[in-house]
């Protein structure tokens, strides 16, 4: 069953004017802030509440509670995130059309960011996980969608390097000031909460969200509403390539950075007594970052002016792929920092320039959040994943090793896919 219903048309479906240094204040910030509450938790305090090993329990019980609970919780998150889309679509008030789902979404990620510092144990994580999917998933889709929906083609290069820029800078932020207050977990996750609500929630009512002219679209019931969410390979084998070789470089660049800290102490042999483990991690951290930040803001702005993508991906994937396989080779924490100087340059390169590739391949303008939001899935649901991947072949194999080589392999596979590109440059 179906009925027709007015809808604000998508703000791409114009000329869209140049952005300027408010627009990318204000997004960067944002997108900082977003990243620093979403991975400070799973980079430097998730671990440690979960670690068994003080509770006389295996270390890899600990890893594999720790992929359980990002495995689950990001299973939730691949519902939330093109159902939020698909309803800011179809959102229509004086605010806009995205802007009401992200002010919602961070006044709840607050709260459920808070009542995780009081776990310790799987199972209230992954329900404190439902609420968190569906509350990153507003403040996501806005900051992502507005890229396609404010910016010409030659500023999306820029918009796509800050976001890798702040996802990596936000991982030293985070690390610094776990490090640096002398807080109880749960003081650390309040921090957090009062950065949500003190700073993004005010960026998120500034950066403008236009309506654009009323269109005429017709609201699915039923089957024919889930079938929205179903993009043709067939039909748009374009989306489809850059959805899988996202999907895959990801998932390399998660499992080499996302158990670092199980690596450290279980694999190098690093003790975390006097917090010597963490001190590694955050060395490592802050190189990768050093790194990242360079490739993402240099290489975004050296992809506009040249109007060219797929080199800048394929290469980023190829030595992301290499270094990955040499900590898998020669496990050692002076390896492991140049693993981490090739890994940070090569994602912030590939962070530069693949969102602007994948809005290239957007098949229908008129679905624009529900689609960004189903190729934002290739890049966040592999970081999901990569735990429970990696803790799967730590049991198995005894060891780190075959977790880095296999990282490489996906990462190169990656980069292999999209020479089947068609029309995209």
């Not at 939730?76 to 309803?87: D, E, F, K, N």
């Not at 924490?333 to 340059?345: D, I, W």
Request: proline share 6%.
């Amino acid at each position: 069953m179906a009925e027709r219903v007015e809808l604000s048309a998508p703000a791409s479906s114009g000329i869209r004017p140049r952005a300027g240094w408010r627009w990318f204040t204000l997004f960067g910030a944002a997108q900082l802030v977003t990243w620093i509450y979403v991975l400070t938790p799973t980079q430097f305090l998730m671990p440690t509440q979960l670690d068994t090993t003080s509770r006389g329990g295996a270390w890899t019980d600990g890893i594999l509670g720790f992929g359980l609970v990002t495995m689950i919780t990001g299973t939730i998150g691949l519902a939330a995130g093109p159902l939020v889309g698909a309803l800011s679509d179809r959102t229509r008030s004086r605010w806009g059309r995205r802007k009401p789902w992200a002010i919602g979404g961070a006044v709840f990620a607050a709260i459920w960011t808070f009542l995780s510092g009081f776990q310790a144990d799987p199972g209230p994580f992954i329900v404190l996980g439902l609420l968190g999917a569906f509350t990153t998933a507003g403040v996501s889709i806005f900051l992502v969608t507005a890229v396609a929906d404010q910016l010409p083609p030659e500023q999306q290069g820029a918009a796509s390097g800050i976001i890798g820029a702040t996802q990596a800078a936000a991982i030293v932020i985070g690390g610094i000031t776990v490090a640096a207050l002398p807080l109880p977990v749960w003081g650390h996750y309040a921090v957090l909460a009062l950065l949500i609500l003190l700073i993004l929630l005010p960026i998120l009512i500034l950066i403008p969200d236009p309506v654009g002219p009323v269109a005429v679209r017709e609201r699915r019931r039923g089957l024919r509403a889930l079938a929205q969410f179903w993009v043709s390979p067939r039909r748009h084998p374009n989306f489809a390539l850059v959805f899988a070789s996202r999907a895959l470089v990801n998932l390399g660049n998660a499992m080499g950075t996302s158990v670092l800290l199980f690596f450290i102490i279980y694999g190098l042999g690093v003790g975390d007594a006097r917090g010597q483990a963490t001190d590694t991690l955050l060395l490592a951290t802050v190189i990768y970052t050093v790194f990242c930040v360079i490739g993402s803001i240099a290489m975004g702005r050296i992809s506009d002016r040249l109007g060219r993508r797929i080199p800048f991906v394929v290469a980023a994937a190829l030595l992301q792929g290499v270094a990955a396989v040499l900590i898998g080779v020669m496990a050692s924490v002076p390896v492991l920092l140049v693993s981490a100087a090739l890994l940070g340059a090569a994602y912030g390169t590939f962070m530069s320039v693949d969102l602007a590739l994948a809005i290239e391949v957007l098949p229908e303008p008129e679905h624009i959040a529900k689609d960004l939001a189903l190729m934002n899935l290739a890049q966040a649901y592999p970081q999901v994943l990569a735990p429970i991947i990696c803790a799967l072949l730590a049991l198995a194999t005894g060891g780190f090793a075959m977790m880095f080589l296999v990282a490489g392999a996906l990462s190169i596979i990656g980069a292999v896919m999209l020479r089947w590109l068609r029309g995209v440059r």
